[in-house]
C-alpha cells in the first residue's frame, strides 16, 4: 500500500490560511489523493479529493504537484472548528490506509 | 438522510467474550468498510464488504469476521475478545461503483474489554 508522510502538527492562527503538506513518492497512476479530517470523539470526515489537477470545494483545496508526489490542502481561512487531525491518504480500491496525520492546532 | 449510523455506541466486554457491532450505510450506498482505532492512532482497516461478499481485508486475524445483508447494512463480529481489541470501531460507506470516491463514516462504537 502507498504511504504519505505529514508532519506531526502543525499550529495557526483563527481567520489565517494554513497550508497542510504531504508527501507521496510511491504514487501510482491509478492513486487518488484523498484528505479527511478527524475531530475530537467524532468519526472521520471526507475533506476533498482529486487525481491531477487541483481542486477546489467549499471546504478547502487541494494543490497536486505536477509529478503528482506532493500534495497539499489549503485551509483559506482557519477557523476554531477547524482544529482536528489531518489525514492524508491514497486510495485506488476504496480501502483508506490511514497514516497518524498532522494535528492542526487553531489559536484565537 | 441519517448517514452512516452504527450501534451500539458504547460497550463493555470481558476477555474471551465475543461481540457483534452493527452498521447501516449512507442511503444509496452499497460498500461498506470496518476500521478499528486505538487511542492515539489512526484508523486501521478491517475489511470491506460489497454486495454480501468479503471484498478486501486488512491484517487482523480471522477472529475478527462480518457480514453484508442484502439491504447492504453490516456486521462485525470479533469473537474471543482480548484487552487489545478495546478501540473505537468505524463503519465506513460509499458507493462501490463510484470508485475512488468520498467516504462517509459513522461516529464508531466505542469498545472496552476488561
Partial sequence: DAKTTQPNSMESNEEEPVHLPCNHSTISGTDYIHWYRQLPSQGPEYVIHGLTSNVNNRMASLAIAEDRKSSTLILHRATLRDAAVYYCILVNTDKLIFGTGTRLQVFP | ?114
Avoid at chain 2, 88 to 112: H, K, M, N, V, W
Fill in chain 2, 1 to 114: 438522510d441519517a448517514g452512516v449510523t452504527q450501534s451500539p455506541t458504547h460497550l463493555i466486554k470481558t476477555r474471551g467474550q465475543q461481540v457483534t457491532l452493527r452498521c447501516s450505510p449512507k442511503s444509496g450506498h452499497d460498500t461498506v468498510s470496518w476500521y478499528q482505532q486505538a487511542l492515539g492512532q489512526g484508523p486501521q482497516f478491517i475489511f470491506q464488504y460489497y454486495e454480501e461478499e468479503e471484498r478486501q481485508r486488512g491484517n487482523f486475524p480471522d477472529r475478527f469476521s462480518g457480514h453484508q445483508f442484502p439491504n447492504y447494512s453490516s456486521e462485525l463480529n470479533v469473537n474471543a475478545l482480548l484487552l487489545g481489541d478495546s478501540a473505537l470501531y468505524l463503519c465506513a460507506s460509499t458507493d462501490g461503483l463510484a470508485g475512488g470516491g468520498e467516504q462517509f463514516f459513522g461516529p464508531g462504537t466505542r469498545l472496552t474489554v476488561l
